[in-house]
């Protein structure tokens, strides 16, 4: 990654690559502002624990499904912006069309690692409801983050096969 993530990144030419980058970055921002929420929320508890020696009940259970749901929002603008970790330990030395060829490999099996993870996730968010599993103080029910957390998946799935097709015509990402 050439520019530090503070640097404004232009969107593709392409209308494909425009939607995709406007969407992947407006999960983001949704994704930020959970983490606001459960940082507010973190101050709030402990605020609590220290005015009256009891925090928020079940403060951590929604970390944990905030977090859950944060990260993977954030997942497709990371790929949009090609800042996933990259080692190019071994083909430092390698052509220009030899690395666009494995960028564009590892690209597409990010892309259906993601379609796999999207996939068992409706799965798994069925089965969770059916079950009625949830939370262990508050009740929440468990299925709610992996229903939030689906539509990240695929979109990372979609800008990974776009990255990867960008990356097989030899463009920069």
Sequence with gaps: ???????????????????????????AAVGGLILVGIALMSVA??????????????DF????????????AFLPWGQMRGSH?????????????????LDALGALLLAICAAVVAWRMVIG?????????SSMLLGVPTWYATLLMTPSFVLLALTALYGARGKWQGRAQ
């Excluded at 690559?17 to 992947?24: D, Q």
């Excluded at 402990?46 to 005015?51: E, G, V």
């Excluded at 968010?125 to 599993?133: F, H, I, V």
């Design 85 to 101: 970790v990259m080692v190019d330990f071994f083909t430092e030395g390698a052509g220009p069309r030899t690395k666009h060829v």
């Design 125 to 133: 968010t069925l089965e969770l409801r059916a079950s009625q599993e």
């Design 61 to 72: 259970e929604l970390v944990q499904l905030g977090c859950a749901v944060a990260v993977a």
């Design 45 to 58: 508890s402990i605020a609590s624990r220290f005015l009256t020696s009891k925090g928020l009940q079940g």
């Design 1 to 27: 990654m050439a520019e530090s993530l503070g640097t404004p990144l232009p969107p593709p030419p392409d209308a494909i690559g425009r939607w995709l980058f406007h969407v992947s970055r407006g999960f």
